[in-house]
């Protein structure tokens, strides 16, 4: 009986995963030897995994800001091990087992990204399965993403169940993409945001279908155009069979957010501990680290000379706007920075050195990267387009990335991963030229954050502990 083209690309999904999978436990072993003992946040997390593991679910440290997703799945997955082995899951509980969870995530989400990209990038003619495979492997190993696979940290679970459910979605399967949704809030409370994107993106697809906004949209004039696309929706949610239908489609998504409201309400805010250190505030500038971030990572796909000249065209064309963006941005900067104590005073981060040997240089570095951060924004969402009707989506996934981003206090890399990936997801697939730059570059940050972890520990004045350099 002969293969179909879908098994097949799928065996070749399977075999990436297990290809990747070798070299991610062998990594995770070295690692353990480097650092056997909780480090960083771990020092939280893991007794918190115990207390889950000894069945003492009541018990809670009060420092820990994340719903507890992170344990239950740990719980979960050491149950059939505990049966296997004719042992207590408090027994077997130990920090490499609780690591070793996000050795299952990282591999899934593997998987996701490259079931993602078929789906996405449907539109694109000729494209091989070898090129979606190894995009898939490229962003499975983002070196923030790559880096937490090897600490009991959520962020490559959260990570996994927001790809799930962006994937159920898109599978127009909206009631488990909503119970997929659900875990990841378990996993990060600010994951109600992707939520609320995929919702918006719903809107913005059956504003698209009815109104064929794309065909009177011109990317010339943004403020017109995005006052055209205004309308158009809400003429679009004016008419009642349309109302309706949106209302059926979004019913699993809309009783999520109705239910995180709820949390938010008898919980008196987000976050479930250390409110002190995690205040939410208006600090727009993270919007442009976000930028920059983007470019410095998708360097192969944003920075080539068309872009750059398709930029500065598009800026003579547009000196007005320019103007208009240009002074948005320096009042944004004057007026809005925040500056965690966090980041000024933990040197194992590597924002800390970014903030102190960038920004905190002259005040006027802070303006003088403006042109960058336009450059970058620019680049980013001009290159999101892998089917038609897309620039509401656009419009939806540039709000989503300032509710994400902007309340957080403190700059810190974790946050973009998310966006970060789903960027680049929306990105058309690139050559191969491009994809084994874009690999290059991720193994070459690996590889450094890694060593710089592993060889070059130090101490610090009040105390003996050995401190590791880290995202």
């Not at 072993?29 to 207390?51: C, G, K, S």
């Not at 408090?90 to 078929?118: E, H, M, P």
């Not at 810190?412 to 990936?421: G, S």
Request: proline share 4%; aromatic share 18%.
């Amino acid at each position: 009986m002969p293969i179909t083209k879908k098994k097949e690309s799928n065996v070749t999904g399977y075999l990436a995963s297990f290809c990747f999978f070798i070299p991610t436990l062998a990594v995770f072993l070295w690692f353990r030897n480097v650092q056997p003992t909780p480090y960083m946040d771990e020092i939280f997390h893991v007794p918190q995994a115990l207390n889950y593991c000894n069945g003492s679910y009541d018990k809670w440290d009060p420092m820990i800001t994340t719903l507890p997703g992170l344990y239950i799945v740990s719980v979960t997955l050491l149950r059939p091990l505990s049966y296997l082995t004719k042992m207590d899951v408090a027994d077997i509980c130990d920090i490499s087992l609780l690591r070793a969870t996000n050795i299952l995530f990282t591999v899934g989400n593997l998987w996701f990204l490259y079931r993602l990209q078929k789906r996405i990038n449907k539109y694109e003619r000729n494209i091989s399965n070898s090129r979606y495979i190894m995009t898939a492997v490229n962003l499975a190993s983002l070196p923030l993403l790559y880096f937490f696979t090897f600490l009991y940290y959520t962020d490559v679970g959260s990570t996994f169940f927001i790809l799930l459910m962006y994937l159920r979605y898109l599978e127009e399967r909206h009631v488990s993409s909503a119970i997929f949704g659900a875990c990841a809030i378990m996993f990060r409370q600010t994951n109600i945001v992707w939520v609320v994107f995929i919702a918006g993106v719903i809107v913005a697809r059956e504003v698209e279908k009815s109104t064929k906004l794309e065909s009177h949209i011109t990317h010339s004039f943004v403020l017109h155009s995005i006052t055209t696309a205004i309308k158009s929706v809400l003429t679009h949610i004016h008419k009642v069979p349309n109302f309706m239908f949106l209302f059926i489609l979004l019913s699993p998504y809309l009783i999520l957010l109705c239910g995180f409201a709820i949390f938010i309400y008898v919980n008196d805010g987000i976050v479930v501990g250390d409110r002190t250190s995690h205040q939410a505030v208006l600090n727009f500038p993270q919007i442009f680290y976000f930028f920059s971030f983007t470019l410095g990572l998708g360097v192969p796909f944003l920075i080539t000379p068309s872009k750059v000249i398709a930029f500065l065209k598009a800026c003579l064309r547009n000196l007005f706007i320019l103007a208009i963006l240009i002074a948005i941005s320096v009042a944004l900067i004057t007026n809005f920075t925040y500056v965690h104590t966090y980041l000024l005073a933990d040197n194992r981060h590597y924002t800390f050195y970014v903030w102190k040997n960038v920004f905190s240089r002259h005040e006027f570095v802070r303006f003088a990267l403006i042109p960058m951060y336009l450059y970058a924004g620019w680049s980013m969402f001009d290159s999101i387009d892998t089917e038609p009707g897309t620039y509401l989506f656009k419009i939806v996934f540039f709000i989503c990335i300032m509710a994400s981003t902007v309340p957080q206090k403190l700059m810190e890399f974790r946050y973009f991963i998310i966006p970060y990936l789903l960027a680049r997801l929306h990105m058309r697939t690139g050559s191969y030229v491009q994809i084994g730059a874009e690999f290059i570059l991720y193994q070459a940050i690996n590889v450094v954050t890694l060593y710089l972890f592993a060889y070059k520990p130090f101490t610090w004045p009040q105390s003996n502990d050995i401190q590791r350099f880290m995202w």
